[in-house]
């Protein structure tokens, strides 16, 4: 069968992380995508944080699977012609990289424009155009930063603290992989194409609208009752830091389950569901709960909370925290053991669902990755190797009518 978006032709003209991560997910779902990549060097992640000598680095493997790879030099004459030409025969074209370097290279977008009036522009910054930041390179956390989920997460006694989740990266390239779609389905009406930008901030921000929304109802009664300073601690004017707290109208905390002392992540994630506390009550053995005034409704619990968590935590001493999940579940607790990556990369589930899967890699071996987490009833992605530096260069330029000879000279010359 053929996949969704075959016949659709992406020249990846991206690095790191966050490019990378849109490119592949739009390969996944079967465009034609090519890498273009600087003679020599290519992707900077190849060789970041190797863990084989002198083979590409799973960080680089992980984001750039079923793609193709053309090195090419755009900085030269013969290189611009190379890539020209290439514009005039893709769909779409995306970039990340650091901000004027695409004007400095003299692909400007009315320059692309010129080029391919069909061409679909997707381009990656730290920070919106006409941001006085704008002109700033942007990693992932300088993005968790400048994105509002630095200062809202962590404890309350603690600094600003950022996420092991790519939300700066990885999920600026989902945002863009949005947009160039819907580009597409612009593009199928109107004839035309068109730059879709995405800035690391506001992909950051747009996963933390709840806490734009406490900034709102902060200022409008001047207390957060599902944060754990309330009732007793104090609020300033500005959403607090509030551990791992809920985010919602469900309070919730990391528990601490059987064997906590040795293994750090022998926690639960707890939820009160305000609908299921009779239930709940019952599951930790507190029945009672359920009918006294001083535990029955989510305004009388929550002065409590904290003992409340540290009575569950007593019913927990002697379970591990896959065994209280298996009463908590039965309960309609909202839960879950709090998984180490070594129990994720093992997990006969993700493994069986393909979010987690293994590719066989002529010269890696096999190694794992993350598989598409968005299921299709019609197909399901199929997770190839990535491709090594310039791996298709000479197939690209055959089919673009370049001789032997002529790849050759470009090679002597470094131009790919
Ligand atoms: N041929 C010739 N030159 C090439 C090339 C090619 N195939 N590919 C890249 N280059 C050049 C660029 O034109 C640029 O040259 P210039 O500085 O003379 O204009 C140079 O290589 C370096 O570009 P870049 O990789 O963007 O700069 P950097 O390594 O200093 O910065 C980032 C890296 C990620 C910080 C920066 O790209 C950035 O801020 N990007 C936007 C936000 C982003 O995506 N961040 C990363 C999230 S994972």
């Not at 083979?55 to 030269?76: E, I, P, R």
């Not at 003299?106 to 930041?133: A, D, V």
Request: aromatic share 8%.
């Amino acid at each position: 069968m053929a996949l969704p978006l075959e016949g659709i032709k992406i020249i990846d003209f991206t690095g790191v992380q966050a490019g990378p991560a849109c490119t592949q997910l739009l390969a996944w779902f079967g465009a034609d995508v090519l890498k273009v990549e600087r003679p020599g060097v290519g992707d900077i992640t190849r060789r970041q944080l190797r863990d084989v000598p002198n083979l590409d680095a799973l960080y680089f493997t992980m984001l750039n699977s079923n793609k193709k790879s053309l090195t090419l030099d755009t900085k030269t004459p013969e290189g611009k012609a190379i890539m020209e030409q290439l514009i005039r025969e893709a769909d779409v074209l995306v970039e990340n990289f650091a901000p004027g370097a695409m004007d400095r290279m003299g692909f400007t977008w009315e320059r692309l424009q010129e080029l391919n009036p069909r061409l679909i522009f997707g381009s990656i910054k730290g920070f919106s155009e006409g941001h006085p930041y704008a002109d700033l390179k942007v990693y992932e956390n300088v993005a968790q930063c400048a994105g509002g989920a630095a200062s809202t997460t962590g404890f309350w006694d603690g600094p600003p603290t950022v996420s092991a989740a790519a939300l700066g990266d990885s999920n600026t390239g989902m945002h863009l992989a949005i947009g160039i779609l819907t580009a597409v389905i612009a593009r199928q009406k109107t004839g035309r194409g068109q730059k879709v930008s995405v800035s690391m901030q506001d992909a950051v921000l747009n996963l933390c609208r709840v806490k734009l929304r406490d900034q709102e109802r902060l200022e409008h009664v001047g207390y957060l009752e599902e944060y754990p300073q309330y009732p007793n601690g104090t609020f300033t004017d500005t959403v607090p830091r509030g551990g791992n707290a809920g985010g919602g109208g469900q309070p919730g905390w990391i528990l601490k389950c059987k064997g906590w002392q040795e293994d750090p992540n022998a926690y639960i994630y707890f939820t009160i569901q305000e609908q299921n506390w009779a239930r709940t009550c019952e599951a930790v053995g507190k029945p009672q709960w359920a009918q006294d005034p001083d535990y029955a409704t989510p305004r009388a619990r929550q002065p409590r909370l904290f003992d409340i968590f540290a009575e569950v935590e007593k019913w927990l001493a002697d379970k591990t925290k896959f065994e209280a999940v298996e009463v908590l579940r039965k309960f309609g607790v909202p839960c879950a053991p709090v998984l180490s990556m070594k129990e994720i990369a093992y997990d006969p589930a993700l493994r069986a669902s393909g979010s987690i899967v293994e590719v066989d890699e002529e010269l890696r071996g096999k190694y794992l990755t993350v598989g598409s987490p968005i299921k299709f009833s019609d197909f399901k992605p199929v997770i190839t190797g990535a491709p090594l530096l310039g791996e298709h260069t000479e197939e690209v330029l055959g089919r673009m009518g370049y001789s032997a000879e002529q790849i050759a000279k470009l090679r002597a010359n470094k131009v790919v």
